[in-house]
């Protein structure tokens, strides 16, 4: 088919508009700042185009659709006015300075992820772009940026962006993401993005205007499900193909974290998510620069990262809520909602071993048999967290790990997720135990919706037994208290939980067992009493590493027959812990652990 690419282009002084909307009789480009209309010519399968000469950048333009019907474009580069407003033209020319820069593999990255409006005081590009030299001392090579198309209001998640060709007004526009990525690429440092394809926003969402974008045919929880397989799809697929091609080719992002694919309903004998990775593989090898796919994917099915040859849709990786839940549940005692199916120290040996952790068994909280092994996977396809935005943000309060456990708790938990075999990353600010809450938030201006929205909310935390009132999603104050308070310059503890962060990071980049991503680099050994061994090994390096989650002293021999030599205690006084005595001169044979410790051994 020949598609057309949608939105506007710049050319040698011509401005060319395209749009898909393939029942429209008539369509037509309105000038809003002369008031001009111009009529459209329709080409193949619904599309529709015209070029007009000297439309410069910043120029105003709706779409009018059968004489009387007015929208901004669906594909809009920039909402200068809002998701209501018209939308305006934006040239894509930009200074280039990152052409050394080839990208990362997902294996070699240690992720950070954060939200642009709650990162820095300022709530824009440029103040990510002044923290890039704190995530380089840090050890992070790569930012993960929660959405950023155009949603209502000034204050969203991203989760509800409804023009998904549209950098944020607020946030920096296109040109401030350009100028974060040039600048995070010449500090060595990649850039994902959170992508949604899933669903659109509510507010502000008029592409079911302009065609078929939707499906009755299936449901989402967010939505109408995107119409990836009915009748007149190839528009729709066609739209978000170039979207994410958009993001990796014109904005020169790494990677793109594809939001709850599972919710992506396509039984077309290509998948929507499999045509989408034949197609950044080709401009992997156009560009000469590594382009990544993660999902997001609550299935414990590895058809999606899987090769071609094993019959999968080759994304290099996935996220794994249930890492987290292992950990989380292990840590607070939570075992209620989907901590459920967690809260013994065997369910965090399975995701260590196997990177999910139901792999066939019965899940209480789904009251089913679920999962399968991920055989023909590596340990590097595999993104792990102890904390992100849904974990933190879809509590109640939105309170953060560091106000449920005690220090020695996380670092545990760090130690746990970064010294894992899987791809580590980390949610912003838990690297000093930030610990003002990530709550949801919105600023919508339909005051049903925002009513719709507060009930949802509500309704959401009914599995849990979490007390105390859900924050107004609506009000300022709740965005305003989620911005982080950079406490790691001002406390003494944050101080030292941040040299605890910086020195695992660069132990897991330096040693070598720690590059292991073959199933048979690590070994789970069987344990009890609350404690985790594991042992990797990779190019004749060895280590053992022990999680010790028991709250009170334990006297604990180890489970191998091996000389081994302590290196790393998580409760020396290094670390802030009780522990004075070096780790040189500790007896082996039994040890003394003390609570929520992390322990390393070399051989």
């Known amino acids: 088919m020949n598609y057309l690419p949608v939105g506007t282009r710049i050319k040698d002084n011509i401005c060319s508009f395209t749009v898909w909307a393939p029942f429209k009789k008539k369509v037509e480009v309105l000038l809003e700042d002369t008031g001009i209309r111009y009529p459209m010519v329709r080409f193949d399968y619904g599309y529709w185009k015209t070029d007009l000469p000297k439309v410069q950048p910043g120029a105003r333009y709706s779409f009018i659709l059968n004489e009387d019907e007015k929208f901004p474009d669906p594909a809009s580069r920039q909402q200068l006015h809002g998701v209501h407003g018209p939308s305006s033209v934006v040239n894509d020319n930009f200074s280039w300075t990152d052409q050394l820069w080839s990208g990362l593999s997902l294996g ?106 939707f499906t009755d045919k299936y449901k989402t929880g967010w939505g109408k499900a995107v119409n ?23 904005f020169h992002v790494d990677g793109l974290r594809l939001d709850a694919v599972h919710a992506i309903w396509d039984f077309s004998a290509r998948h929507f998510i499999e045509e989408l990775s034949d197609r950044v593989r080709t401009l992997e090898k156009q560009s000469g620069r590594k382009k990544i796919l993660v999902a997001e994917f609550d299935l414990n099915n590895p058809r999606y990262i899987l090769s071609r040859d094993k019959g999968g849709y080759a994304l290099d990786g996935q996220w794994i809520d249930e890492f987290h839940h292992a950990l989380h549940s292990l840590l607070t005692g939570e075992v209620d909602g989907y901590y459920e199916d967690f809260g013994k120290t065997e369910h965090l040996e399975r995701s260590l071993k196997n990177s999910y952790v139901y792999t ?35 509590r109640m309060m939105g309170d953060r790990l560091s106000t449920l456990v005690s220090t020695e708790s996380l670092k545990l938990a760090a130690a746990t997720n970064i010294l894992s075999p899987h791809v580590p990353m980390l949610f912003m600010g838990e690297e000093y135990g930030e610990k003002k809450p990530f709550q949801y938030f919105i ?14 909310r509500k309704e959401e935390f009914s ?15 709740t965005f305003e208290q989620c911005i982080l308070s950079w406490d790691v310059d001002r ?19 330096k040693r070598p067992a720690m590059q292991g991503k073959a199933r048979d680099t690590l070994n789970v050994i069987a344990s009890n009493l609350n404690i985790i061994c594991f042992e990797r090994r990779f190019e004749n390096d060895y280590l053992m590493i022990l999680l010790n989650f028991n709250r009170e002293m334990i006297s604990y021999s180890l489970p ?8 790393f205690d998580s409760a020396d006084v290094r670390w802030g812990g009780p522990v004075k005595e070096p780790v040189s001169a500790r007896a082996l044979n039994p040890l003394e652990l003390s609570p929520q410790s992390v322990l390393i051994f070399e051989s």
């Open 463 to 477: 599995y849990f037994k979490w007390q105390g009132e859900v924050p107004d999603p609506q009000s300022e104050k």
């Open 228 to 250: 990836f397989d009915d009748a007149w799809c190839d528009g729709v697929r066609n739209f978000y193909w170039q979207n994410a091609l958009m993001w990796l080719d014109e």
């Open 360 to 394: 066939g068994q019965y899940s209480v909280h789904r009251k089913k048999l679920f999962g399968k092994l991920p055989l023909g996977t590596s340990y590097d396809q595999f993104v792990v967290f102890a904390q992100n935005h849904d974990q933190v943000g879809n």
């Open 491 to 509: 406390v003494a503890e944050a101080k030292t939980l941040f040299s605890f962060y910086q020195h695992l990071i660069q132990f897991r980049k």
């Open 560 to 567: 191998v027959k091996r000389n081994l030599k302590l290196i």
């Open 108 to 213: 070699e990255m240690i992720i950070y992820e954060l939200h642009v409006g709650t990162f820095t005081p300022t709530s824009d590009f440029e103040g990510v772009r002044s923290k890039l030299p704190y995530l380089k001392k840090l050890g992070v090579n790569a930012i993960e940026l929660m959405p950023l198309s155009q949603f209502p209001g000034e204050r969203n998640w991203g989760y509800d962006g409804v023009f998904p060709f549209a950098v944020h007004d607020s946030y920096g526009g296109p040109e401030g993401l350009k100028r974060l990525v040039n600048a995070a690429h010449n500090s060595g440092v990649a850039v994902i993005l959170d992508v949604v394809y899933n669903h659109q926003g509510p507010e502000g969402n008029y592409l079911d205007a302009y065609g078929p974008y």
């Open 443 to 456: 600023s919508h201006s339909d005051q049903g919706l925002v009513e719709m929205v507060r009930k949802g």
